[in-house]
């Protein structure tokens, strides 16, 4: 049996490859999209273990649907936000928490297993493969960091950690944007260089840069729900908003 690995051409990426890569990118896409309703709709605690094979079963019956039940109600925000909540309300946060880790799993499947096999068969570049190492990499901490995030919620806060959600949000991003060039590479491996001077080069990176870190804040400020404390907009040392003030002082608001 011969082991020894074999590689595509920079520039004969076979098209197999280039749409996996393609449904990869649209399912981080879904996913991110899953992670901002579970965290619009108050699911995110909903589930308090992280058990990566056997959590892709759902509760099938009503004692276990119970079980799973009577784990939330020891949480500080079941105890704090949703005290007396029906089963048939537990189960609808349930759903949306369950989905989101499903389709990390899903994803992982559908990353791996090919990854393999186009691996084997000799179709990816000599190029493609550490980025895409690099993908399977990011992909499992970001799972981790989920992880991570929602055990900073099941200690006394009845919401997760701002400065953990800002990471699970930005490594998203980046898990994104960085696949999302790695098929820009396996489309076109030697793009002719658009004709633009330094300062421009600069100045798109500088935008970029500035548009990661807006993203990031505004995490920052959904985890911190910044928002209920300057209601006001950017002038938020108003007269308006001093009563404010004085539940949170300003810099260590107690939300975090
Ligand atoms: C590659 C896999 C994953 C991606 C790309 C991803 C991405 C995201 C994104 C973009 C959000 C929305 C953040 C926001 O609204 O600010 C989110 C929310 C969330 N994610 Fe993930 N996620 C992944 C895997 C996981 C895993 C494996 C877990 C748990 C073990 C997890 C737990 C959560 C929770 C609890 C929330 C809601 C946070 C809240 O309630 O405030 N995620 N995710």
């Avoid at 449904?23 to 879904?30: E, N, P």
């Avoid at 895409?132 to 981790?144: D, I, K, P, R, S």
Wanted: with cysteine; proline share 7%.
């Amino acid at each position: 049996m011969n082991w020894k690995l074999h590689f595509a051409d920079d520039f004969r990426i076979p098209r197999t490859v280039r749409v996996w890569l393609i449904a990869g990118l649209v399912m981080i896409f879904m996913q991110i999209i899953i992670g901002g309703i579970t965290r619009l709709t108050g699911s995110g605690l909903s589930i308090t273990r992280w058990e990566i094979v056997t959590g892709s079963i759902p509760p099938l019956n009503e004692a276990q649907w119970q079980s799973e039940f009577e784990l939330y109600q020891q949480t500080p925000q079941y105890h704090k936000i949703n005290k007396g909540m029906s089963l048939g309300e537990f189960k609808f946060i349930y759903f949306w928490e369950y989905f989101h880790r499903l389709w990390a799993r899903t994803m992982g499947l559908v990353f791996i297993f090919p990854f393999i096999w186009f691996l084997w068969r000799g179709m990816l570049s000599r190029r493609l493969l550490p980025r895409l190492l690099v993908v399977v990499l990011l992909a499992g901490l970001e799972g981790f960091f989920g992880w991570i995030m929602v055990a900073s919620g099941l200690i006394n806060r009845p919401w997760v950690n701002a400065y953990n959600l800002t990471l699970h949000f930005c490594m998203a991003m980046i898990i994104f944007g960085y696949l999302l060039w790695t098929i820009f590479i396996a489309y076109q491996p030697a793009p002719t260089p658009l004709p633009v001077n330094g300062t421009m080069r600069r100045f798109t990176w500088i935008m970029i840069a500035v548009a990661f870190l807006q993203i990031a804040f505004g995490a920052m400020m959904s985890g911190s729900k910044a928002g209920l404390f300057y209601p006001a907009g950017p002038i938020c040392r108003a007269p308006s908003c001093r009563p404010f003030c004085w539940i949170a002082p300003p810099g260590k608001p107690k939300t975090f």
